[in-house]
C-alpha cells in the first residue's frame, strides 16, 4: 500500500515563493513517475509537472521557468518548488505516483492560494 502526504501549502501575495513537499511510503517510488496536479474550483484535475523514475520532467506550459520539480529517492520524496507565483496558480496541489502504469496513488491535496 502506497500513502502519500503533501505540506508545504499556504497562502502567499502574486510573486511569492512556495515549496511543496511530498513523502511516500512502500518500495514502488524507485520505480514509478511522480508529479504534482492541481485542481482549482469548478474546475478539472490538470497536470502541473512531473518527473520519472529516469528523471525527466514535464511541466504545463503555464508554470514553465517558475515551477521546478525535483525528486530524492532515497527519502521517497518529491518536492515542487513554485517562484513567481500568481492569483491563476491558487488551486488544491495533489501529490500523484503513477507505478509502470498499473496503478495511480494520490495524496490528500494541499491548498495554495495566491493572493493579489
Known amino acids: 500500500q502506497v500513502q502519500l502526504v503533501e505540506s508545504g501549502g499556504g497562502l502567499v501575495q502574486s510573486g511569492g515563493s512556495l515549496r511543496l513537499s511530498c513523502a511516500a511510503s512502500?518500495?514502488?517510488?524507485?520505480?514509478?513517475?511522480v508529479g504534482w496536479y492541481r485542481q482549482a474550483p469548478g474546475q478539472q484535475r490538470e497536470l502541473v509537472a512531473e518527473?520519472?523514475?529516469?528523471?525527466?520532467?514535464k511541466y504545463a506550459d503555464s508554470v514553465k521557468g517558475r515551477f521546478t520539480i525535483s525528486r530524492d529517492n532515497a527519502k521517497n520524496t518529491v518536492s515542487l518548488q513554485m517562484n513567481s507565483l500568481k492569483p491563476e496558480d491558487t488551486a488544491v496541489y495533489y501529490c500523484?505516483?503513477?507505478?509502470?502504469?498499473?496503478?495511480?496513488?494520490w495524496g490528500q491535496g494541499t491548498q495554495v492560494t495566491v493572493s493579489s
Open positions: 512502500g518500495s514502488i517510488f524507485t520505480l514509478s513517475t
Open positions: 518527473i520519472t523514475r529516469g528523471g525527466s520532467r
Open positions: 500523484g505516483l503513477k507505478f509502470l502504469n498499473l496503478k495511480d496513488y
